[in-house]
Each structure stands twice: as C-alpha cells, then as structure tokens.
C-alpha cells in the first residue's frame, strides 16, 4: 500500500445533506463542469438526493443511504452510492437463490450492503472517482466498503450494473465478477427511422411498420416532451401509469409519488416523456431519463390497452428520439427477448460481488463460472438469430 492510499480517509454519510452537490458530481459526472449533459444521470447528485428526499429510499424501505465517501488532503476524491440492503428487491441481477442457500446453510444473509443506483438497472459507474484520482480512487472504494462490510458482518457486497473497466479493475482486487445480459439499441449513424429499418431483414422490417401502424390508430396523438415542455399536472399521468404497472410486476411500486414532484423540480431537463394522448386525456406514456451519450427507458403504464402501443411509446419512439439527437445507444431497461425482434441486441451487463464467509464464496464463484459460459452462449446465439439483414439479402 502507498503512502497516499493509506493517507485517505473513508466516511460513511448517513445522507447525501452531509455532503455538497458539487463535491459529489465532482466525483461523479466532471464531464457536465462544462453545462451540457452528464454521460449518466442516475449517479448524479440531484437523482440520489430525490430518491433520497422522496422517502423512495431510507428507513422502511430496505434500501439504508450509507454513501461512501473518500478524502485525500481534506478533498472527496471518489464517492460511491451505496445502501445497506435488507432484501433484493429493486436491483436486478437476482441473487434471491444465494441467500436462499445461505439461510438454509444457518446464515443470515440480510443486511448485505449493495453499491448500485436503486431500481434502475443501468449501466454507469458506480465507483465514481475525481479526474486524477483514477489509480487511487478505485482501490479506496473498494477497500472501503469491503472493510465495512467486514466490521459490520453482513453476509456479502455487490456493486451491480458497473462499468466493463470497474468489473476488470474490482476482479483484479479479488471481487467476483458477474455478467448478465440486456438489450439495447445501437445508433450505426442511421439518418431517419426508415435508414434503420434498412438495416433490418424485410421480414423483421415489415413487421415494424405494421406495429407502429396499429399504435399510431389507437385515436390520438404521440407527444414527446422533456424540460419546460413538461408541466407540473403530467406527473399524475405519470404516477398512475407507474402504479399501474407497479402492481402488476412488483406488487407494490419503488418510488414514492413525492419522486415525481422532485423530479419536475430538479430533473425534468434529464427526462424525456412520451404520452399518448386521446380526446384531452394521457391514457399510456414511457418515461425515459437523458443521458449524453445514450437514453434509458424507465417506466412505461397505461390506463388504456391497445394493440403495440407499448412498442411504439417504449422503443421505436426512444429510436427516433435518439437518431434525431445523435445518440450513441437506447437503453431499455432490463429483460426482454421480445425487444431482440425490434432492432435492441443482446449486450453484457457487469456485477462486482464479494462474500464473507469463504465457503460460500468459493460456491458462487463456481455458479458465476458456469453462469456465465451460458450467458455467452446465448447472446452468441441471439445476435446470430437478430433482426438485421444478412449479407446479400435484397432490400424490399
């Protein structure tokens, strides 16, 4: 260990109120110093504190802030969002069989502590780090919330959706590496929709015309709105889309109608809606967050079922908006196969994990071993059965 590593100080905040917003998005978004977007907004200052100050985290939620902090010299030079967890639920790579055999094995697995964005299964940094504190920065955080973990014996750490460079780094620290898989669509420099659509097979291609054809006659019309466009009453729309598909997915949804308030506050400039409205009122819409180089699909509901509305508000929408903007990827959330027909390919998603007890660890990282020959195979097998044209295959 360096004389600078051991000169760092780590602090457990209790609450995002102990420390500046600039300190923070210092650490995790220094390429927004310059007033354009950050490459990703769910680590931003202003989406942790609404989570924070919704009540969608905190006490009686099972997701505890103890965000992790790094000084060097008296500066925060890396921080990290992390929780301690009491359930799995909101996280997305699904550990629910690990504490299952750990209970049964006589353990308590709850409290684990968890690094992650809540119930936002997004790829970003988790391990967020001042510009010049790269070498240092990672190992603290890491250091850091493995030693807490340990003073405080819980069960286990996880830092999921990270970064492909934070898994490589945290797998050299002695972490156990996890892949998933999602699926997202990539921009080739498409000019319009139909540039995209020329890219697809014929087949997959008609298929998408007639599906946007059928949502777009489902008797009104689609409005995508972000910033000062969106006013304070879409948010009841909103809500109510949210809770309608909350209750039938989760049983109960994450955020805290308070969220939406906050949101229009603080973060309306990140979120891009799309409401479909019809005779003065929204009866299906998706929330999508705005990041510089790609756009997350969030939450989509609907108070009005109608043939392929949802494909249409959830993906072929976020691909105009992307094309139109010139971002690089549209993100849609978790899960999925049925979004392999409508241009979104397989893609790896990365996990950092650590476990205390060194029996146990030495079975998951087998499971994560074997998990992940199966993972490869299948996204070998899904990108080769995608949508788009194969060589020398005619255009309609």
């Known amino acids: 260990m360096t004389e600078a590593q051991t000169a760092i100080e780590i602090q457990v905040l209790p609450s995002l109120g102990e420390i500046s917003a600039a300190e923070w998005d210092a650490c995790a978004c220094p390429e927004a110093a310059d007033g354009f977007r950050p490459n990703d907004p769910f680590t931003t200052y202003r989406f942790l504190k609404a989570l924070e100050d919704s009540g969608s985290v905190g006490r009686g939620t099972g997701w505890l802030p103890s965000y992790l902090v790094a000084r060097f010299s008296g500066q925060i030079i890396a921080c990290a969002p992390l ?178 308030d906050i949101a229009h506050e603080t973060l309306r400039d990140d979120i891009l809606l799309v409401l479909a409205e019809r005779e003065g009122g929204n009866v299906a819409g998706a929330m999508n967050f705005i990041g510089r180089r790609a756009l997350y699909g969030r939450y989509w509901g609907a108070l009005d079922r109608h043939p392929c509305l949802h494909f249409e508000l959830c993906y072929y929408q976020a691909i105009d908006y992307a094309i139109a903007h010139g971002l690089e990827t549209v993100e849609a959330g978790a899960q999925g196969e049925h979004k392999l027909a409508r241009g979104y390919l397989p893609v790896t998603t990365h996990s950092l994990h650590w476990i205390a007890d060194p029996g146990f660890a030495r079975a998951v990282r087998e499971f994560l071993e074997a998990e992940a020959r199966v993972v490869d195979e299948e996204m070998e097998f899904l990108t080769t059965y995608g949508p788009f044209r194969k060589s020398g295959e005619d255009h309609d």
């Not at 069989?97 to 997004?122: L, M, R």
């Not at 409005?223 to 109960?252: C, M, N």
């Open 83 to 260: 929780y301690a967890k009491h359930h799995s639920q909101g996280e997305y790579v699904f550990d629910h069989s690990w504490a299952h055999a750990y209970e049964n094995a006589g353990g308590a697995y709850y409290p684990k502590f968890q690094i992650a964005v809540p119930f936002t299964p997004a790829t970003g940094r988790r391990f967020l780090i001042r510009p010049g504190f790269e070498q240092i920065g990672m190992g603290a955080l890491v250091r850091g919330a493995v030693q807490l973990a340990a003073n405080n014996e819980v069960s286990s750490l996880h830092a999921t959706f990270c970064t492909p460079s934070e898994a490589a780094d945290g797998e050299k620290m002695g972490l156990m590496h996890r892949i998933g898989q999602q699926f997202h669509w990539e921009n080739a420099g498409y000019e319009t929709f139909d540039g995209f659509l020329a890219a697809l097979s014929s087949r997959k291609r008609k298929n998408i015309r007639k599906e946007r054809a059928t949502a777009q006659a489902f008797g009104g019309d689609i409005r995508s709105l972000t910033g000062d466009e969106i006013e304070p009453h879409h948010w009841d729309d909103v809500w109510a889309f949210y809770q309608d598909t909350g209750s039938r997915k989760w049983g109960r949804p994450y955020l805290t109608r308070a969220f939406f």
